[in-house]
């Protein structure tokens, strides 16, 4: 298997963020100034609106605007890596409008997770870009010691020199994979299913995660994964948190990730890995992983190396 992805450049302190939203407006100012405060305690610089974004029915602006700020972002050479300020809902509405030629043209780290999903895979497949899967600004300040040490780490390495080694269940092993990482949020990755921003996932090491929503909706979507074929030639899938992310040991959390746990033991083959417990999710635990590169899955040890 042959991956041509390109690993953007490590940040340095003093590297300047650019933050955009390509998503959802900002609801929660104090998490959205916190979050800054971290970059900034990271030695990092940050840019984004003086005036912040103006808000559009549930979006952080206008389609044309979004999409104007991620080109110009991306473009300007005073901004080293692009972060999504929040998540929610707007990537799909703009996918068709970025400009594949003038963002390949410039490799930058793009930062963010649940609706920056669509964005990670539209730059790894239309533009060859390695982009790192992790927090956005406002759930900097939810993250733990750990995890704000780990996204450090990863944004001032070369994403090529990645690796996870702890604690995961593995539900099914069999021999080492190895693939190129892609996935992210279930909700969003469904939303893009018949359309041409479709993710792909034969032999890649897939990770799945989402937040807060019921068990049945959550069989329902991996259901939907199954019949559309997209379970069936993964190396392997790596599972994240799927309850509301911020109670640790909850019993009701505990039970909701190994429904589907149990759910996809009974839709993937007996040939794919299947990993659980893996740190990403919603809330206080949230690994960075870079998306696109190719790595091996070692059964024995539940590591991730390249």
Known sequence: MVNN??????LNRGSTIGIIAPSGNIQNLEAFDAGVRILHEMGFKTAFPRDLWPGYQYLADADEKRVEEFHVMYNDPEIHAIMAARG???????LDQLDS?????????????????????????SCSLMTLHGPVVTSLPLLTKDCLEQFYASVTTDLKRWSFSDKVEILRGGENKRGITAGGNLATIISSIGTKHQQQWKDKIVFLEDTAEP?????????????????DDAAAFILGDFSNGLEIDNTSSIRQNESVWNRMLELTQDKTSLWADFPIGHGHINYSIPMGLMVTLDNSSGSLYT
């Open 88 to 94: 929610g809902f707007g990537c799909l509405r703009i």
């Open 215 to 231: 068990s049945y909706r959550i069989d329902r979507m991996l259901t939907q994964l199954k019949l559309a074929g997209m379970l």
């Open 5 to 10: 992805i390109q690993s953007p450049p490590p």
């Open 101 to 125: 030629m003038n963002i390949s043209s410039s490799q930058k780290l793009v930062i963010g997770f649940s609706d920056i999903t669509l964005l990670h895979y539209t730059l790894q497949s």
